[in-house]
T-cell receptor, first 110, second 113 residues
Framework: GQQLNQSPQSMFIQEGEDVSMNCTSS?????WLWYKQDPGEGPVLLIA?????ELTSNGRLTAQFGITRKDSFLNISASIPSDVGIYFC??????????FGQGTTLQVKP | SAVISQKPSRDICQRGTSLTIQCQVD?????MFWYRQQPGQSLTLIAT?????????ESGFVIDKFPISRPNLTFSTLTVSNMSPEDSSIYLC??????????FGPGTRLTVT
C-alpha cells in the first residue's frame, strides 16, 4: 500500500538552529499536508501544498511540494523551545483518505 | 478551518465497560473521521463517520467494537465497547473542511484497567 516515509525520525537541536525534515513516497501525491502535534494535544495543520514546486510559508516555517510529486520538505528557521513536538506529513491516498508519515520528533535545547 | 472539541478529554475505565466519546465541530463539514494513536506513534484511521448512514470502517476495526453515530453535519460519537487494556490509546476526532484539509480535536486519552 501507499506509505509516507519521514526523516529524520528524531532531531535534537540547539535553540536558534534551522531545522529541515522531509517526507517521501514511492507514489505520486497531489496534496501534501504538514501537521505539528504538541504533547497531550491533537495534530495542528501547519501548511497545505497543492501544486508541484509550490513553496509556502507560515511564519518561520516553510514547506515545499517536490517537483516529482513524491516528496515534500519542511524547514523551520531559528528554532525556539516551543517548536518542540512531533511533525507529521500527510497526503490523500488512492481512496481519498489521508495517509500519515510516522512523524519526526523535534527537541530543542534552550 | 474548523475548531473541534471532544469530551471527555481523558478517562480511566474498567475492563468490560464501554465509553462514548463525543465530537463537536464549530461548522458544518461533509466528512468526519475517527483515529486512534498510541503515544509517540502515528495516526491510525478507525472509520469515516457518514451523516445519515452507517460508518465506513477500516480493516481491523468493526462496528460491534467501535459503533459510530453521526446525526448531523457537526456532531459525531465513537463508542469503545467491551473494553480491554489493549484499547488504551488516544482517540482523535477529525473533520475535513476543504479539499483535503483536515483538522483534529484535542483527543481523548483512554486508559483501561
Amino acid at each position: 500500500g501507499q506509505q509516507l516515509n519521514q526523516s529524520p525520525q528524531s532531531m535534537f537541536i540547539q535553540e536558534g538552529e534551522d531545522v529541515s525534515m522531509n517526507c517521501t513516497s514511492s507514489s505520486i501525491f497531489n496534496t501534501w499536508l504538514w501537521y505539528k502535534q504538541d504533547p497531550g494535544e491533537g495534530p495542528v495543520l501547519l501548511i497545505a501544498l497543492y501544486k508541484a514546486g509550490e513553496l509556502t510559508s507560515n511564519g518561520r516555517l516553510t514547506a515545499q511540494f517536490g517537483i516529482t510529486r513524491k516528496d515534500s520538505f519542511l524547514n523551520i528557521s531559528a528554532s525556539i523551545p516551543s517548536d518542540v513536538g512531533i511533525y507529521f506529513c500527510a497526503g490523500p491516498g488512492n481512496t481519498g483518505k489521508l495517509i500519515f508519515g510516522q512523524g519526526t520528533t523535534l527537541q530543542v535545547k534552550p | 478551518s474548523a475548531v473541534i472539541s471532544q469530551k471527555p478529554s481523558r478517562d480511566i475505565c474498567q475492563r468490560g465497560t464501554s465509553l462514548t466519546i463525543q465530537c463537536q465541530v464549530d461548522s458544518q463539514v461533509t466528512m468526519m473521521f475517527w483515529y486512534r494513536q498510541q503515544p509517540g506513534q502515528s495516526l491510525t484511521l478507525i472509520a469515516t463517520a457518514n451523516q445519515g448512514s452507517e460508518a465506513t470502517y477500516e480493516s481491523g476495526f468493526v462496528i460491534d467494537k467501535f459503533p459510530i453515530s453521526r446525526p448531523n453535519l457537526t456532531f459525531s460519537t465513537l463508542t469503545v465497547s467491551n473494553m480491554s487494556p489493549e484499547d488504551s490509546s488516544i482517540y482523535l476526532c477529525s473533520a475535513r473542511t476543504a479539499v483535503y484539509e483536515q483538522y483534529f480535536g484535542p483527543g481523548t486519552r483512554l486508559t483501561v484497567t
